[in-house]
Each structure stands twice: as structure tokens, then as C-alpha cells.
């Protein structure tokens, strides 16, 4: 194996996120390559039995990555158009594009509040009409929505719930995992989420039927694999719908096998540097909001968000941390406010999203961040919200009239 492994510069001191990847996954890729079968086969069936077996969900599906998942469970459940789907506006926007590919309606709900950025069940309930057919939910930055309270709404009204486990694979609520609690569950590999296989997804459901019926849609609608006839079980196929090619390749699920077993530690790690940053931070910066105080069941900590006082400009907080060799993201801009979603099902206003959109900023937080490292990020985000808010009481109308 060739020795050069060129590193990328390191651009930032503390960066937003980075993946562990070691000698385990290496020799997993070469062990693939080396048994020569790279589409979906052995490797990739054990992998789905791990992800099961983790997530206790009766069957696990690998796919190319959570967007596909995220379309495969709608038309798993059947949705096309008329349909409403009651989703929340922040998130990322593959939740809502997936809805949209169906040809279903997605109906933007608000989040519970400052301190927990995940669907608010009142507003949920408030725009349930008889064309609703489904609820999805997504557990943000990893910390789990108020689940019983979803799937009683639910089963109230008949609803179907879908879960967007991009943020939360090993999180559990009540000792169950997320992803187990709705009907379906969407997870994510994509190389900024806890567990990477480069792009990847996986769709979990404890339905046969379901199962079935994403199995067959997950590979062009066709009743066997090339795995299937290359091992002489099958000769031929049908096709019984005009399907996807939604399937993973081997030498991904080989990575997210290695992955998945580091899973748990790297989790944990996460959850300490959290709490670290939910100690250091209120004393540090007052004014600043720290959502997720108290966590609901065992999060996967995939996000450290705060909040901004309101009225500090956001765009030079990011700027002075950036200076300070830190850096920071902002998840997420609202979809209702995305020109596509505008245009097309109209300017919704969703107080506590949009409030959240203006002002909330993303900390670094992997596992390989080290105490030390949460105090530096912490002391910039002192000094960046000092700054930030020293230049806002100055008068800028001069300012203003030499940029026009
Ligand atoms: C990353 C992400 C997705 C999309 O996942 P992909 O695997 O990149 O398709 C969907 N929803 C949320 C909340 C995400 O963070």
C-alpha cells in the first residue's frame, strides 16, 4: 500500500468537524477491494444486521445516503400528491426536498422553543387537516424530539410517523433508539455526521410489509440482486415497480461497519465535551443562549448550538471567531425561507424558527476536540460576543450612507 497520505492543510485551529478514520477502516477497504465483489453483497447485509442489531429496529436497509432514504419512506407510505406532510422548517433541506419528490405537500411546523430546536407537537396539531398524512420529525443536533408526545398526536389522527435520524444514530429516549419510535427511520453517513461512510444512509422500520416494499423500490422495483444471481439463487426477476438504484457499495459498508463499532465511544466523548461547554459557556459570555440545558434521553451530541442575544450581528460574531482560527456554522436557514419553498407553498411565519435562523451559531464538537480545545473555542466565543456587541452600540448610519 502506498505510504503518502497527504494531509489537507489544516486551514483552521479548531475546525467544525472531523471524522475518525484510522488503519481499521483502511484495511476494511482493502479487504473489500481485495475479495473483489464491490456492489451490494455480504459485506453490506452485515453491516444492515450490526445497524439493526444497535438500533433494535426489526429491519435495517442500507442505502446511498439519507435523502434517498428519506424519498424511499414516502413512497414506501404511499404519499403523492394532495398529501400534506407536517415537517419542520429547521432542518436540512433534503427533509423537505424528499417530501417534494413525491409529489406531496410539505406543511411547515414551528420548533418547541429556545431551548429545544425540534417540532413543537402544539403547532404540529394546530395544522393537521384532512389531506395530512404523515408527521416527520428530526431529532436536531442529535437531541431526541418529545417523541410519545409525536406518536400520540399521531395515532390520534391516523398519521404515519417518519423519523429524520440524520443527527442521531446511537441516541436513544426511554431506552429506545431514534429511528425506532415512528414507522420509519432515516439515518445519515455523510461525512460531517457522527458515523461516515463518505455518502451513505440507512432506512430502518419494524413493518415486514414496509421492509418489502423498500427493499424492492431501494433496487429498480426488481425481485432479486445481481448479488442474488451471482450466487446462483436466482435466474431471472421481475419488475414490480419503476424503482431506484438507492443501494450503498460494498466498500462503503465496509467503512460503516468500522464506524458503527466506534460508535458508542465516540458518542460518549461527545457527550462529556458537551456537558464541558454547557458548564464553561454561561459564565463566559452572559446573554448568550446555551439550548439543551437538560437533554431528553441519551442525546448523540451531533450539534453544539447557542444562541446569539438578539440584536448582535451574527455575520461579525462569525467573523471574530474565523480570526481567532475557530471555526462556526449556522444550521439552519429556515426552508420556508429558500425561494423554491417561497414561491411555492407561500411565506409562512414560524416566529421561533425564524428566530432561531437569525440567531443561532454552531460550535465546533467532534470527538477528537479536547477539553483544552472546548476552553479555547469558549474564551473566542467570549471575546467574538464582546466585540460583536462593542460594534453594535455604535451609531452606523454614517457607515450605512458611505456603503450605499
Ligand atoms: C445530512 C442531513 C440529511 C441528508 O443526509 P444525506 O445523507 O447527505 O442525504 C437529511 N436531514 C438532516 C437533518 C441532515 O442533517
Known amino acids: 500500500m502506498a505510504e503518502s497520505t497527504e494531509q489537507t492543510k489544516p486551514v483552521w485551529r479548531v475546525p467544525l468537524a472531523d471524522i475518525d478514520l484510522g488503519p481499521e477502516e483502511e484495511a476494511a477497504v482493502l479487504d473489500v477491494l481485495r475479495r473483489r465483489w464491490l456492489s451490494m453483497g455480504e459485506v453490506t447485509a452485515a453491516f444492515e444486521a450490526d445497524f439493526a442489531a444497535l438500533t433494535g429496529a426489526r429491519h435495517a436497509l442500507a442505502v446511498t445516503n439519507c435523502t434517498a432514504a428519506l424519498h424511499l419512506a414516502g413512497l414506501a407510505l404511499e404519499w403523492g400528491p394532495g398529501d400534506e406532510i407536517i415537517v419542520p422548517s429547521l432542518t ?12 406531496a405537500t410539505p406543511v411547515f ?28 420529525v428530526v431529532h436536531y443536533g442529535g437531541h431526541a424530539a418529545d417523541m410519545p408526545a409525536i406518536m400520540s398526536l399521531a395515532g390520534q389522527h391516523g398519521l404515519d410517523v417518519v423519523e429524520d435520524v440524520a443527527h442521531a444514530p446511537g441516541a436513544t429516549l426511554d431506552g429506545r433508539a431514534l429511528g425506532t419510535w415512528g414507522r420509519i427511520g432515516c439515518f445519515s453517513f455523510f461525512a460531517n455526521k457522527n458515523m461516515t461512510t463518505g455518502e451513505g444512509g440507512m432506512v430502518t422500520t419494524d413493518d415486514d410489509q414496509l ?19 451471482h450466487k446462483g ?54 446573554g448568550l443562549g446555551v439550548p439543551y440545558d437538560v437533554s431528553r434521553g441519551l442525546s448523540s451530541c451531533h450539534l453544539r448550538p447557542v444562541l446569539l442575544p438578539e440584536g448582535a450581528n451574527r455575520t461579525q460574531f462569525m467573523a471574530e471567531m474565523k480570526a481567532r482560527g475557530i471555526q462556526t456554522s449556522i444550521h439552519y436557514p429556515p426552508i420556508h425561507h429558500f425561494s423554491y419553498y417561497r414561491q411555492a407553498f407561500g411565506g409562512e411565519s414560524l416566529p421561533l424558527t425564524e428566530m432561531v435562523g437569525e440567531r443561532e451559531v454552531t460550535l465546533p464538537l467532534y470527538p477528537a476536540l479536547t477539553p483544552a480545545d472546548v476552553e479555547i473555542v469558549v474564551a473566542a466565543v467570549a471575546e467574538a460576543l464582546a466585540v460583536t456587541l462593542d460594534e453594535d452600540s455604535r451609531p452606523t448610519v454614517g457607515l450605512t450612507a458611505l456603503a450605499v
Open 211 to 229: 421492509a418489502a416494499r423498500l427493499r424492492l423500490l431501494r433496487s429498480h422495483g426488481m425481485t432479486s440482486l445481481t448479488w442474488d444471481r
Open 92 to 103: 436540512f433541506v433534503a427533509t423537505a426536498n424528499a417530501i417534494r419528490y413525491t409529489g
Open 109 to 136: 411546523a414551528d420548533i418547541t422553543g429556545d431551548n429545544d430546536f425540534s417540532l413543537s407537537v402544539e403547532d404540529a396539531a394546530a395544522r393537521i387537516t384532512p389531506r395530512t398524512r404523515a408527521i416527520v
Open 233 to 286: 439463487h436466482a435466474w431471472s426477476y421481475d419488475v414490480v415497480a419503476p424503482g431506484y438504484n438507492y443501494r450503498i457499495d460494498e466498500i462503503r459498508a465496509a467503512v460503516g461497519r468500522v464506524q458503527l463499532a466506534k460508535l458508542a465511544a465516540a458518542n460518549e466523548r461527545r457527550r462529556a465535551l458537551d456537558a464541558l461547554y454547557r458548564k464553561l459557556l454561561p459564565a463566559a459570555a452572559p
